[in-house]
């Protein structure tokens, strides 16, 4: 298996434009997670996905992010618009067998916004 | 957050000395105890876990042990080595789902 691939894996963008993130988790993997890594605030849930539905969004950090899962192999973060205070590096991960077990996580894609 | 506790933040070992890494939490119903390590510019990735029914498990030079009157749970690197400097974060299973705030390893050769 080709593991958790996220895309892209860098973005530079000025503030105000859209950004979109993007991931494919391991095949059979029924749980989705996104995450936020800063060097201030370290890792954080920002939701998860159980089966396409979204179980929790409360580490969603306000009305300009939002997430989707279509289908169970792609899911897509959106931030609109973008400020500087998003730049992190936004890590996705997947989980068989219950949201509290083992998480594969993709190589994340480092967000820069002007 | 803060229902996951890690101490120390960093630690710094002579190579072949042995480092210890605490995690405290709050959720008495957390039944799995992972431990992450995430190189520098990598992804974290699952290096060792537990579960409730046990006290102890080790996998070569590491170990976690875990402690649930206490609700604590440590991992042990014995006989470090240069490729063991990164960060280790802890991730119980509470409801949550939160991960620690990290401990930077730094191993001296």
């Known amino acids: 298996d080709a593991g958790v691939i996220q895309s892209p894996r860098h973005e530079v963008t000025e503030m105000g434009q859209e950004v979109t993130l993007r991931c494919k988790p391991i095949?059979?993997?029924?749980?989705l997670f996104w995450y936020r890594q800063t060097m201030m605030r370290g890792l954080e849930l920002l939701i998860y996905?159980?089966?396409?539905?979204?179980?929790?969004d409360s580490g969603m950090p306000e009305d300009r992010f939002s997430a989707k899962m279509p289908n169970a192999s792609f899911s897509t973060l959106k931030i609109q618009p973008s400020e500087p205070r998003d730049s992190a590096v936004y890590f996705c991960?997947?989980?068989?067998?219950?949201?509290?077990?083992?998480?594969?996580f993709g190589p994340g894609t480092r967000l820069l916004v002007l | 957050g803060e229902n996951v506790e890690q101490h120390p933040s960093t630690l710094s070992v002579q190579e072949g000395d042995s480092a210890v890494i605490k995690c405290t939490y709050s959720d008495s119903a957390s039944n799995y105890f992972p431990w992450y390590k995430q190189e520098l510019g990598k992804r974290p990735q699952l290096i060792i876990d537990i579960r409730s029914n046990v006290g102890e498990k080790k996998d070569q030079r590491i170990a976690v042990t875990l402690n649930k009157t206490a609700k604590h749970f440590s991992l042990h690197i014995t006989e470090t080595q240069p490729e063991d400097s990164a960060v280790y974060f802890c991730a119980p299973n509470d409801y949550k789902l939160s991960f620690g705030a990290g401990t930077t390893v730094t191993v001296r050769a």
């Open positions: 095949s059979g993997h029924d749980y």
């Open positions: 991960a997947s989980s068989q067998n219950g949201a509290r077990e083992t998480q594969y």
């Open positions: 996905f159980n089966n396409n539905v979204p179980i929790d």
